[in-house]
């Protein structure tokens, strides 16, 4: 009999790239399994166009444990006949849900709280790791070995008529150069300086004839449209706001390069291959950074204080200030030939 297999996977878009490496790795040893993911609502496109899996499973992860969709969900799972589940997630309410749902075999990291609804544990990590890399380190033990640490986007094919409307009614042509910028953050200390991603634009026109892009969401809009008011629209365009996550894959793939800070496009132009320079600040780059079977590249300045820190707030604000447009678009230079 066939095995079923259910990944179930953490909560966040950009947690969930970072998990496709180990559900490749997955697939690679389980060729003739079924294999499905579960994963919210939000996280929905990230894997969708999979093909290492068979199915995406949603689910409103704001349902309190034991409530009605709890279990309806188990219901679910459990007609599904699944067989091993692994828990990319270290939320207890998870593998209660699993546990419910009578997969016999379940398989996680053994944090306390959850190791007697686990059939088998991975001691976690002795020291924290790249999130690529806490997927990948769960599966070995158990006989699943990496097959690369490079993440994967599918999007979808009906993105590639969509994204050129975009781009033909902003003038660029199927060909033209383009570089990608993203000036946003889900928190502004992650955000390198808008006024520099200005001068590093001006430092970039001077030298090559191409179209710069901002990206972001509809959220980040203000951002980008203050960086691209002081230039002419034949210069700098912005897409915040007005692409699909696959049409955003789709515009970093054909990309010249991406410049962007610690945030989820710069980790979707590395699943394209596309050349990354990533600005970093608060955040880590050996835990969080791009991963890539292309070109990738950190720019991270030793300032004297405890970086990495994840503050939220700081007066000092060094880190991101003091990596300065001149040397940032040095950094950019080989990256655009």
Same mark, same amino acid.
């Not at 799972?77 to 593998?95: I, Q």
């Not at 999007?155 to 660029?172: E, M, T, V």
């Not at 915040?240 to 496009?265: I, M």
């Given at each position: 009999?066939?095995?079923?297999?259910?990944?179930?996977?953490?909560?966040?878009?950009?947690?969930?790239?970072?998990?496709?490496?180990?559900?490749? $790795? *997955?697939?690679? =040893?389980?060729?003739?399994?079924?294999?499905?993911?579960? &994963?919210? #609502?939000?996280?929905?496109?990230?894997? +969708?166009?999979?093909?290492?899996?068979?199915?995406?499973?949603?689910?409103?992860?704001?349902?309190?444990?034991?409530?009605?969709?709890?279990?309806?969900?188990?219901?679910?799972?459990r007609r599904g006949?699944?067989?091993?589940?692994?828990?990319?997630?270290?939320?207890?309410?998870k593998t209660l849900?699993?546990?419910?749902?009578?997969?016999?075999?379940?398989?996680?990291?053994?944090?306390?709280?959850?190791?007697?609804?686990?059939?088998?544990?991975?001691?976690?990590?002795?020291?924290?790791?790249?999130?690529?890399?806490?997927?990948?380190?769960?599966?070995?033990?158990?006989?699943?070995?990496?097959?690369?640490?490079?993440?994967?986007?599918?999007?979808?094919?009906?993105?590639?008529?969509?994204?050129? $409307? *975009?781009?033909? =009614?902003?003038?660029?042509?199927?060909?033209?150069?383009? &570089?990608? #910028?993203?000036?946003?953050?889900?928190? +502004?200390?992650?955000?390198?300086?808008?006024?520099?991603?200005?001068?590093?634009?001006?430092?970039?026109?001077?030298?090559?004839?191409?179209?710069?892009?901002?990206?972001?969401?509809?959220?980040?809009?203000?951002?980008?449209?203050?960086?691209?008011?002081?230039?002419?629209?034949?210069?700098?365009?912005?897409?915040?706001?007005?692409?699909?996550?696959?049409?955003?894959?789709?515009?970093?793939?054909?990309?010249?390069?991406?410049?962007?800070?610690?945030?989820?496009?710069?980790?979707?132009?590395?699943?394209?291959?596309?050349p990354v320079l990533?600005?970093?600040?608060?955040?880590?780059?050996?835990?969080?950074?791009?991963?890539?079977?292309?070109?990738?590249?950190?720019?991270?300045?030793?300032?004297?204080?405890?970086?990495?820190?994840?503050?939220?707030?700081?007066?000092?604000?060094?880190?991101?200030?003091?990596?300065?447009?001149?040397?940032?678009?040095?950094?950019?230079?080989?990256?655009?030939?």
């Amino acid at each position: 009999m066939t095995s079923r297999l259910l990944i179930i996977n953490q909560n966040w878009l950009g947690d969930v790239l970072f998990s496709t490496p180990a559900i490749r $790795a *997955l697939r690679k =040893a389980y060729p003739q399994s079924f294999i499905a993911c579960l &994963v919210p #609502a939000r996280c929905r496109e990230v894997l +969708e166009n999979n093909p290492h899996l068979n199915e995406v499973i949603v689910y409103d992860d704001r349902a309190p444990v034991f409530s009605p969709a709890f279990w309806r969900l188990a219901g679910r799972l459990r007609r599904g006949a699944f067989t091993r589940a692994f828990f990319f997630h270290r939320s207890g309410t998870k593998t209660l849900l699993a546990f419910a749902a009578g997969i016999p075999e379940r398989y996680g990291y053994g944090v306390p709280g959850r190791r007697r609804c686990l059939t088998a544990t991975v001691p976690s990590p002795a020291r924290e790791v790249h999130k690529i890399d806490f997927f990948l380190n769960l599966l070995e033990p158990l006989g699943v070995p990496s097959a690369g640490r490079a993440p994967d986007f599918f999007p979808d094919p009906s993105a590639n008529a969509k994204l050129q $409307a *975009l781009l033909n =009614a902003s003038g660029i042509g199927p060909g033209d150069p383009y &570089v990608v #910028a993203h000036a946003g953050g889900n928190w +502004e200390l992650k955000r390198w300086p808008a006024d520099y991603f200005v001068r590093w634009i001006r430092l970039f026109l001077a030298k090559f004839p191409w179209r710069v892009v901002l990206c972001g969401t509809a959220s980040e809009q203000g951002i980008s449209d203050a960086i691209a008011g002081g230039f002419d629209s034949r210069q700098v365009t912005s897409l915040c706001g007005r692409t699909s996550l696959g049409e955003l894959a789709l515009l970093l793939r054909r990309a010249k390069f991406l410049l962007s800070n610690d945030s989820g496009p710069i980790h979707l132009a590395a699943s394209q291959g596309t050349p990354v320079l990533g600005l970093y600040g608060p955040t880590s780059a050996r835990l969080t950074g791009p991963v890539s079977d292309g070109t990738v590249r950190v720019f991270q300045k030793d300032v004297g204080c405890a970086v990495p820190c994840y503050f939220r707030s700081c007066d000092a604000r060094v880190c991101m200030e003091w990596l300065s447009p001149e040397e940032v678009f040095a950094q950019t230079l080989d990256l655009a030939v």
